[in-house]
């Protein structure tokens, strides 16, 4: 609830104060797919910003350059998975997990000795993509969409009774309103027009 008492500081005085919020709209495929653009994020961040760190750490000295260019594909990558439409964004990440996985797998010769700690970030990065692939599948198929779904609009018009009953009824005589008449030259114009 310290959240939604935040948000009280920037409304107005006649906005509606929020007093309680509810469940979330969103299936449980959309809340791992937004959660993992807020990771592909933080990641991105963190790659941006220590890539020296990360190299040591992993024993990829001389990548640097690769790891910053990796985070700001995990940035890329996670923007739009934080969209409504997030299949784009996941199918992003789970092509930059194929890249990571294979960057890591250089870093597993014998002779790296940080090998163990690439051995986990390996894989955390399978456990990773995982999840990744269950809110991909999962995601397109609440939102898929077909073209051929089987229904056809085709004969519908969008009028009730069918477009032959509408033709002419604007132009039926009618009753109009003493306050909608026109007075003066307007009102002649009209009338010799029609």
Do not use: C
């Not at 040591?56 to 594909?73: C, D, F, H, M, N």
């Not at 960057?103 to 894989?123: E, F, H, Q, S, Y």
């Not at 995601?139 to 779904?149: A, E, F, I, Q």
């Amino acid at each position: 609830m310290p959240l939604t008492n935040a948000t009280q500081i920037a409304r107005s005085k006649g906005d509606p104060q929020v007093l309680s919020t509810g469940h979330s709209s969103l299936s449980g495929t959309d809340q791992l797919g937004r959660l993992l653009g807020w990771f592909s994020i933080g990641l991105g961040v963190t790659e941006l910003m220590a890539p020296g760190y990360l190299a040591r750490t992993l024993g990829l000295k001389g990548k640097e350059g690769l790891i910053r260019a990796y985070g700001a594909r995990e940035i890329m990558s996670g923007l739009p998975t934080l969209s409504p439409d997030r299949s784009f964004g996941l199918a992003s990440r789970i092509a930059g997990d194929v890249l990571d996985l294979g960057t890591l797998a250089v870093a597993l010769n014998d002779d790296n000795p940080k090998r163990n700690n690439a051995v986990i970030a390996m894989a955390l990065v399978a456990g990773v993509t995982l999840l990744d692939i269950v809110a991909y599948s999962g995601t397109k198929g609440v939102h898929h969409r077909s073209p051929n779904s089987g229904r056809d609009y085709s004969s519908r018009s969008g009028f009730p009774q069918g477009p032959q009953a509408a033709r002419g009824l604007a132009r039926q005589d009618f009753e109009i309103p003493p306050d909608y008449r026109a007075e003066g030259s307007v009102a002649d114009a009209i009338s010799q027009t029609t």
